[in-house]
Each structure stands twice: as structure tokens, then as C-alpha cells.
């Protein structure tokens, strides 16, 4: 059974940093295209980032591009988002996964797992 587990979210400082995790099990990331996709407060998801390495893409929304950095490590099986910079509006639940992945956007195409918080106050 396909399952992502989030993890790596924190309160923090602005300015500061996190590497947010994706660990998969029941699936093989390197056969498709994951998203990274936030949830804040009385909003709709949002769309961060993804992933397709077959297709040699990677997006960035523009309210995050040159702050978040999406990688992946195909022998632990997990994504990574590295988020630099924190602003408070980045505040929200963040969570990964499969995705359809172009140069100009993400939408899910998976289900949601639980996330991770990321909080960035002072």
C-alpha cells in the first residue's frame, strides 16, 4: 500500500531554515512525479514544488522559488524539500505527494498523508 510519511516541519524563527522529509513505502519514488504541496490556515492547497525526474523538470511556485529546493534520495526512498528564509506567510502543513509535474505547476494526484507543520514566527 502506498503511504508517505512527512516529517522535519518545526516552529522557527523567520529567516531560519528546515529540510522537510518524504519517506515512501509501498511504492518507488523514481517511477513517478511527487509534489510538495502546503495547507495554511482558512486556505486551499498550494503547490510548492515537484519533482520529475524522467521528464528532467523541477517547479517552483513563484512565491517560494530561490528559497525552497526540492532533491531526492533514491536509496532512502524519500524527497526532500529544503526551505530557506522562512517568511510567516510560509506558515502551513506541508505534504508530499505523486503528482502530475510541469515546468508551470503541480496538481496531486495522490492522497494526502498527515503532513508536517511548519510555523514561522518570532
Known amino acids: 500500500q502506498l503511504q508517505f510519511v512527512e516529517s522535519g516541519g518545526g516552529l522557527v524563527q523567520p529567516g531560519g531554515s528546515l529540510r522537510l522529509s518524504c519517506a515512501a513505502s509501498?511504492?518507488?519514488?523514481?517511477?513517478?512525479?511527487i509534489g510538495w504541496f502546503r495547507q495554511a490556515p482558512g486556505k486551499e492547497h498550494e503547490g510548492v514544488s515537484c519533482?520529475?525526474?524522467?521528464?528532467?523538470?523541477?517547479y517552483y511556485a513563484d512565491s517560494v522559488k530561490g528559497r525552497f529546493t526540492i532533491s531526492r534520495d533514491n536509496a532512502k526512498n524519500t524527497i526532500y524539500l529544503q526551505i530557506n528564509s522562512l517568511k510567516p506567510e510560509d506558515t502551513a502543513v506541508y505534504y508530499c505527494a505523486t503528482a502530475h509535474c510541469w515546468a508551470r505547476g503541480t496538481s496531486k494526484t495522490g492522497t494526502w498523508g498527515q503532513g508536517t507543520q511548519v510555523t514561522v514566527s518570532s
Open positions: 519533482i520529475n525526474v524522467r521528464a528532467g523538470i523541477t
Open positions: 509501498g511504492f518507488t519514488l523514481d517511477r513517478s512525479a
